[in-house]
């Protein structure tokens, strides 16, 4: 059996690298703004790094349904294809100036799919 992603991406090292970094960079890029007025940071790494333990392969489990539940809320505040778009591309910069392996990157960036999709799925 070969390691999940998330071991070989470099575990708990990496995402915590990643989830610091991409904040730094995502949260000031103005178009994002609105949606983490008076949102704790904090609670928001924590739920990136509980997203990367789901996708790369942890332990960690949402359902499709829930997860686009947990997203609805920001659809009404406005949230379009292209600020998720603005999130995959500045994860996918993270994780290239982290040194990760590109095909990790590419599994990565292919993980999170039914997920982005899931957002915007309006059946429901």
């Keep these: 059996m070969s390691p999940s992603l998330f071991k070989r991406i470099g575990g ?44 790369l392969g942890g332990s960690q489990f949402i359902s499709i349904t829930k997860f686009k539940e947990i997203h609805r809320p920001l659809i009404k505040k406005g949230l379009t294809k292209s600020h998720v778009d603005l ?4 994860m996918q910069e993270t994780l290239v100036e982290l040194d990760i392996p590109e095909v990790l990157i590419s599994e990565f960036i292919e993980a999170c799919e039914p997920y982005e999709a899931a957002i915007f799925d309006t059946a429901s």
């Design 12 to 55: 708990d090292a990496a995402v915590e690298a990643a989830v610091n970094r991409f904040y730094e960079k995502f949260l000031a890029q103005e178009q994002v703004n609105v949606f983490f007025k008076d949102i704790d940071v904090d609670r928001q790494k924590e739920k990136l790094r509980y997203f990367f333990g789901l996708v």
């Design 87 to 90: 999130w995959m591309s500045m």
